[in-house]
């Protein structure tokens, strides 16, 4: 009869735990949206209308543009993070996307859409987020709208039939999105009412149905209404979408958050303690002994797992966590 050491008990139920998360995050922790970012590409744009350039999405409608710092700084430029649009630096990564909302009351809107890696499974909850920004410049684009949105759909779309200005969205921006410095992020929940199989970023709503705003000092008239849009998230679980990607025990042991430089940021004053991080296989990719640190961080971005179960060992007591990496 084999009789398990402590040790080996301990050893066990935490790979036991970690197989648990491992099931949850497949089946719940994807992001459904392919190339959410837009940092894959085929080449880099070189003029407006290229958004197909970017890996994994299409045109919807009228002319959207493709951002990437691999483009020519010349003007008409579409780098990052100057283009002839505008200066906004990319959430994530070296690129994102742009669009119309608003072009002087002619219903003028421009839309991108991806097809979804699964398709949503109609009376399952999804969780949604994407992060958008509004430009002005001097050659028209003065003004700021609300209405960005996203919807899904069964069917795509192309550039000459584009989705119908229906006044609602799954998720949109009831009021004026206006911050030209930072992103602003949109985010929300709803159950499928069908089995969509593509996603679908732009204004839903016909000029009538929005608010516009000039922001340009003494010209009340307003041309056109510009967004960047950057981190498209569709998933099943909310900590996917949730790019704060805090967590807090309840005991208030341990605070684990991720920034967006992918810095791992453990907060604590149980000292000291054991930091471990693994990945889904059960590899261990870090190891600190005795952190005796209250804030220790880690740097993930050499790392190419994006998910990690961060462990926490202080004395007898351990603590799992899921982290998602941007």
């Not at 991720?258 to 791992?264: A, G, H, K, Q, V």
């Not at 050499?302 to 966590?321: H, P």
Request: glycine share 4%; with cysteine; charged share 20%.
């Amino acid at each position: 009869m084999m009789i398990l050491k402590p040790f080996t008990v301990k050893k066990t139920l935490f790979l036991f735990s970690l197989l648990c998360f491992w099931f949850n995050v497949s089946l719940l922790g994807q992001n459904l949206v392919p190339n959410p970012s837009f940092e894959e590409y085929s080449n880099c744009p070189d003029w407006e209308n290229q958004i197909e350039r970017a890996d994994n999405w299409l045109n919807f409608g009228n002319t959207p543009d493709y951002f990437n710092s691999c483009a020519s700084p010349i003007q008409p430029s579409y780098s990052t993070p100057r283009n002839t649009v505008g200066f906004q630096t990319p959430l994530h990564g070296s690129s994102y996307a742009g669009m119309l909302s608003y072009e002087d009351s002619t219903n003028y809107k421009e839309f991108i859409g991806s097809l979804l890696i699964s398709p949503l499974k109609k009376g399952k909850k999804y969780y949604v987020s994407f992060n958008v920004s509004s430009e002005v410049n001097e050659l028209g684009i003065n003004c700021v709208s609300n209405g960005m949105g996203i919807k899904f759909s069964t069917v795509p779309y192309d550039q000459n039939n584009m989705p119908s200005l229906t006044n609602d969205a799954t998720v949109f921006s009831n009021a004026i999105v206006d911050d030209t410095s930072n992103w602003v992020k949109l985010s929300g929940s709803f159950v499928a009412d069908s089995n969509y199989s593509y996603v679908i970023i732009g204004n839903f709503f016909d000029d009538a149905s929005i608010n516009i705003q000039s922001i340009v000092p003494n010209n009340p008239f307003c041309g056109y209404a510009y967004f960047f849009v950057d981190d498209i998230c569709v998933s099943e679980d909310s900590l996917t979408c949730n790019k704060t990607n805090e967590i807090i025990e309840k005991n208030t042991r341990f605070k684990i958050s991720i920034d967006y430089n992918n810095y791992l940021s453990c907060e604590s004053h149980n000292l000291p303690y054991d930091l471990e991080l693994y990945d889904l296989m059960g590899k261990r990719m870090f190891y600190e002994e005795k952190v005796s640190e209250n804030l220790f961080k880690v740097d993930l971005t050499s790392y190419e797992t994006n998910v990690f179960i961060v462990k926490l060992s202080s004395g007898s007591n351990f603590s799992t966590f899921r982290i998602i990496k941007y």
